[in-house]
Structure formats: C-alpha cells, structure tokens
C-alpha cells in the first residue's frame, strides 16, 4: 500500500528560514523572469530581435550615439557578451559602430535609418507585455519600483 503524503508543511530551518523552493524569493523571480521571456519571445519574433538585441535598442532609442561602456553600464552585461550583440545588429543594418573622435578607445554605437524605423513597430510592446501581465498601470509602476528598490539593495550588499 502506498505511503500517504503529509499535507503538513515541513519545518523550517532552527533560524527559521524555510528551504522550501516554493518560499524562495530568488526562485520566484527567476521563475517570473523565464515567463516573462517566453511573453516577450513571442512578440519579438515580428521584430527580429532577440530580448538582449530589444534591449540594447531601447537604449538606443532613448538616447542616440551612446559608447559602448555606457550600454554595458545600463544593461549590466559585460563588453564581451555585447560586443558580439552589437555585431549582429549592425550586420542586420540596426545600428553603427565608430570610434569616437575624440578618444579612439570609445566605441560609439548609433541607429542606422532601419534601426529608427524599427522603434515604429515596437511602440506596442510596453502595452501587450502590460496586457499579458494582467495588472494595472499603477500596479506595474509600484512592483518595479520595488524591484528597483530591492536591485538597489542588493548591489549594496553584495
């Protein structure tokens, strides 16, 4: 005869932290992170850019002509994991890469014409990823400032 399952919850740790994988921030906002990808997965595929790429283009689109240190310092990604991004994109006409003028060790990235028109089709974006969500706008705007917050702490204290 099969053993019956306990429905009591396990005890937690003697400081009382629970080791449940279910009661694990960390693990929550990976879990979140993965679903939320798959939404944007779904609707990157019109504009033929991956999550990263939809990134570094955002940047692009708030502000032209940015170095490349500076994208890596907003996205918090190394230069060996952009470099090789940003070489995709200008291969496909998004973007351009030069050296600065005034210090040949800058790189400074810009939107080619296909890069600025591609803006046009990613206006909805914000929109349909809020969609999926199923929250209001204030409710967006309250959890990532949250999560602003906790990042915040964490850099702190790491």
Known sequence: MPSKRSSAKPAASQDGASLLLGDQLCFTLYSTM??????????????DLTYLQ????????????VNVSEICTRLSLETTTLTPLLKRLEVRGLVQRARSASDERQVIVSLAPAGRALRAKARSLPGRVAQAMELSPSEIVALRNQLQSLRSSLDRNA
Do not use: A, H, I, T
Not at 34 to 47: A, P, W
Not at 54 to 65: H, I, N
């Open 34 to 47: 993965l679903s939320l990808n798959k939404v944007y997965r779904g609707l990157l595929r019109d504009l």
């Open 54 to 65: 939809y990134l570094v283009m955002l940047v692009l689109w708030e502000q032209d002509g």
